[in-house]
């Protein structure tokens, strides 16, 4: 399984996450556990869709 890195930023009440190479793919909780769950399943989504050819890879 290829591991992506992700940016997790606090935000007022929350935590934001983004993925550096996969544009588009972010992520919002309240914890950072939650925030890093929330970009696990947000890029296996992604990644599914590129598969099923839904989504372009920038």
Same mark, same amino acid.
């Given at each position: 399984?290829?591991?992506?890195?992700?940016?997790? &930023?606090?935000?007022?009440?929350?935590?934001? *996450?983004?993925?550096?190479? #996969?544009? @588009?793919?972010?992520?919002?909780? %309240?914890?950072?556990? &939650?925030?890093?769950?929330?970009?696990?399943? *947000?890029?296996?989504?992604? #990644?599914? @869709?590129?598969?099923?050819?839904? %989504?372009?890879?920038?």
């Amino acid at each position: 399984m290829t591991k992506y890195a992700i940016i997790i &930023e606090k935000a007022k009440g929350n935590y934001s *996450a983004y993925c550096p190479d #996969l544009p @588009g793919v972010i992520a919002t909780g %309240h914890t950072t556990e &939650e925030t890093i769950q929330k970009m696990k399943e *947000a890029i296996e989504f992604h #990644l599914e @869709g590129l598969k099923e050819g839904k %989504h372009r890879h920038s």
